[in-house]
Nanobody
């Protein structure tokens, strides 16, 4: 089982980034996918979640209206489009999958997002 994130980097405040997370080794369609982030010295926090079909999404209040989570089950990939980035969005972003029946959980290795002022 693998979750591989990509798309992180350094961006100026107000800019945009699109993160991708490619899954393999499991039945992607059966997993709720989420993005978490962890800033230095802080606990990991939930950023966004998308259901198996992509019909329903949820966001942390801090990113509502700026971030959009989506998924392409044919490509076994989940995305996080991040617009109007703020310095406080700086963190390592992690992809997470949770099986809808067994609740098995997997994590990616993380991708660094740094927003400069």
């Amino acid at each position: 089982v693998q979750l591989v994130e990509s798309g992180g980097g350094l961006v100026q405040a107000g800019g945009s980034l699109r993160l991708s997370c490619a899954g393999s080794g499991f039945v992607f369609n059966n997993y709720v996918m989420s993005w978490y982030r962890q800033a230095p010295g802080k606990e990991r926090e939930l950023v966004a979640t998308i259901t198996t079909t992509g019909v329903s999404t949820n966001y942390a209040d801090s990113v509502k209206g700026r971030f959009t989570v989506s998924r392409d089950n044919t490509k076994k990939t989940v995305y996080l489009q991040m617009n109007n980035l703020k310095t406080e969005d700086t963190a390592v972003y992690y992809c997470n999958s949770v099986a809808i029946i067994t609740r098995w959980k997997y994590w990616g290795q993380g991708t660094q997002v740094t927003v400069s002022s």
